[in-house]
């Protein structure tokens, strides 16, 4: 055990996918000559080569296409994006050729890419440099969708991310690269994708959480456990596919739900778990399931706007009081 | 922390209850599961337990006087508790017993609880800062939370005994806990003093039966025949019954022991019993989708009351002697005079015997009570010339009047019961063999 960054974990996830199997190679902006604008891919043109390290021209959808193709021809690229915002550009490569494609060829071909990069907020970066996406790319077929927490599952989600054979969509935070946390040396490390972790145990309340939410849902925790409130925080870890059995089973045994999110509240992902929720533990459910969402609007600019528009401690303790009858 | 005690549901059909008697006064300790009050409903009067502990602070709605469902008729809380914010809440209580003028129409009902509880915004008490209230309050409608709603279903809670804590009255999962967590109350002692020891009544409960699917005949025959008489369409069947032997046998079983006090009435709901149960096909009521036939004999005994009838029911009178029939009866129609009778005790019959012998009425045709099969019209026993082996004779006589639902009892198959019936009944005896 090691403590590091999770832009160290993604590092070595990186590095160690690199060496380990030669079709493995990264491509994006800045990624090589720069060391990665957030400095993910430091040190690995030197070790890799231009061959397997490659800038591209600010073209995500030219580039991206490239990728696609490369992994029909059986490479394994790993397309990073400098922020998930400029994805959107390349939506019809991700959504019409990734997603489709081993559906549309009958299984001839298989796409095994990852699309990776920073998503959500950062710091004052505005309204088209803030935004959570993954409920977009959750809702297509034929795509994964990865957002880690700690440099643990930052290290094991994406060396099996880059192992899959289907397209994933890996997406890291900003504020959070710099978030330490133990990951196990062995080079073989992995974590399954598809199975959510039990971040904290509780008995009380479920909080549902993912990426940036995770360390803010555990110190709620902390603060709602000195208010003899037993918080359980569960971590879905894999957006797509949900491993909804693992919320559930929390939920029956608090029977309470918040699910914390820093997107939009409209058609989030959040809004997917409180259905399936609904659908699958109805008469579990003591209390409606609380959302705590990031505000529905624009990110605001300034400073104390932003602060308010993204879910902090008080608000999950808040929403948690709620759905416990205490307030 | 004060609680409030609201008018509680205590028949299936009661929309409002009066206070016969408070057994407690303000200033009284009170212990959860003690009877607090009687109250008249509309089948009985019932006893209301306490459901918390403390002192009763204050009664909202004095005897004699109704109150609807749910609202507040009282308040327990500790001996100096501020209380005032919970009886602001409940509606004034009328001014007490005004003389009223026969012609007066009835004073309205007070506006219902929810409109004054939601115009006094009350800083909130209690331990966890929220006020309880009837989760029934805001509209009538009980709002419940799933797991809640499923706890008590299978502990067998009847939620609307609740009061919600959750928002807006919302019954949830700690409010379940605490009822299942209650100790039981103690059963109410007996609220009908009785002269005789105390009996013990085999199977208060309704006896089992066996479900069989209506055939498609069966089916047409109810539908047509409803479309004809009624939603029940009865046929009626008369036969004169010589009642000497049975009379005999009354005097001759009372002369034994005059404490037995056996009536002709007590005779011919043995006959009834033991006729059904060699006539299943008439021990049975139409459900729609499929016929029940009962295993026991339950007979309904119509007893009038003060404003109208109920019908106590002797629970498989077919294995029961004649004595335990006679005293039973007679504690049970006691009872149901004074309306103590409890809920299980006049519902489920079989069949029922209606019997206005004792206003001289020759012959009558009763109602049948659904969802039972038939009812039987008893009418008075007197002396009527008759002839036999072609003599004119002095015979006690009795006409007999049967009401059947078509829809389960054809002609042939009521008339074949009371066949056996008269049998029986005119030669009692069979009733040993």
Known sequence: MSTITIREALNQALREELARDETVFLMGEEVAEYDGAYKVTKGLLKEFGGKRVIDTPITELGFSGLGVGAAMVGLRPVVEFMTFNFSILATDQIINSAAKMLYMSGGQFNIPIVFRGPGGSAFQVSSQHSQALESWYAYFPGLKVVMPSTAADAKGLLKSSIRDDDPVIFIEQERMYGNKGEVPDDPDFTIPLGVADVKREGTDVTIVARSLMVPVALKAAEMLEQQKVSCEVVDPRTIRPLDIDTIIESVKKTNRVVVAEESHPVCSVGAEIATQIMERAFDYLDAPVKRVSGADVPMPYAKNLEQLAIPDVNRIVAAVREVAYLD | ?433
């Not at chain 2, 004699?64 to 919970?86: K, M």
């Open chain 2, 1 to 433: 922390m004060a609680t409030k005690v609201i008018m509680p549901k205590l028949s299936p059909t009661m929309e409002e209850g009066q206070i016969s008697r408070w057994l407690k006064k303000e200033g009284d300790k009170v212990s959860m599961g003690e009877p607090l009050a009687e109250i008249d409903t509309d089948k009985a009067t019932m006893e209301m337990q306490a459901l918390a502990n403390g002192v009763l602070r204050k009664i909202l709605i004095n005897e004699g006087q109704s109150a609807p469902l749910g609202q507040t008729i009282a308040v327990i809380g500790e001996p100096n508790e501020d209380i005032a914010a919970l009886v602001s809440e409940a509606p004034a209580a009328p001014a007490k017993e005004e003389p009223k003028k026969l012609e007066e129409p009835a004073a309205p009902p007070p506006p219902p609880q929810a409109k004054a509880a939601a115009a006094s915004a009350q800083p909130a008490s209690g331990v966890d800062g929220r006020q309880p209230q009837a989760a029934t309050a805001d509209s009538g409608r009980l709002i419940v939370s799933p797991l809640a709603a499923r706890m008590a279903a299978e502990a067998g809670i009847d939620l609307r005994s609740l009061q919600g804590s959750g928002p807006g009255g919302r019954i949830i999962k700690k409010d379940i806990e605490a009822a299942i967590s209650q100790p039981k109350a103690a059963p109410a002692p007996a609220a009908f003093p009785r002269a005789v020891e105390p009996r013990q009544f085999p199977q208060a409960a309704a006896s089992g039966y066996r479900d069989e699917p209506a055939t498609e005949i069966r089916k047409v025959i109810a539908k047509r025949l409803v479309t004809s008489l009624g939603p029940v369409p009865h046929f009626f069947l008369t036969t004169e019954i010589e009642m000497d032997r049975a009379a005999e046998m009354r005097k001759g079983i009372n002369a034994l022991d005059p404490d037995l006090k056996i009536s002709i009435n007590d005779i011919i709901i043995k006959v009834v019993a033991a006729a059904l149960i060699q006539h299943p096909e008439v021990n049975a009521s139409f459900q729609e989708k499929f016929i029940r036939y009962y295993e026991h004999a339950d007979v309904g005994v119509a007893v009038a009351i003060q404003d109208g009838l109920i019908t106590p029911v002797v629970r498989s009178a077919d294995q029961k002697s004649l004595s335990e029939i006679a005293a039973e009866v007679r504690e049970l129609a006691e009872r149901a005079r004074s309306r103590k009778l409890k809920p299980e005790e006049y519902t489920g019959a079989s069949f029922s015997i209606s019997n206005l012998g004792m206003f001289g009425i020759d012959e009558f045709t009763a109602v049948i009570n659904p969802p039972e099969g038939a009812i039987l019209a008893v009418g008075a026993m007197s002396p009527k010339p008759v002839v036999r082996d072609n003599e004119i004779v002095i015979r006690q006589i009795m006409r007999v009047t049967m009401s059947c639902d078509h829809r389960v009892i054809d002609g042939a198959t009521g008339a074949r019961f009371l066949q056996t019936f008269k049998k029986i009944l005119e030669n009692p005896l069979y009733l040993v063999v």
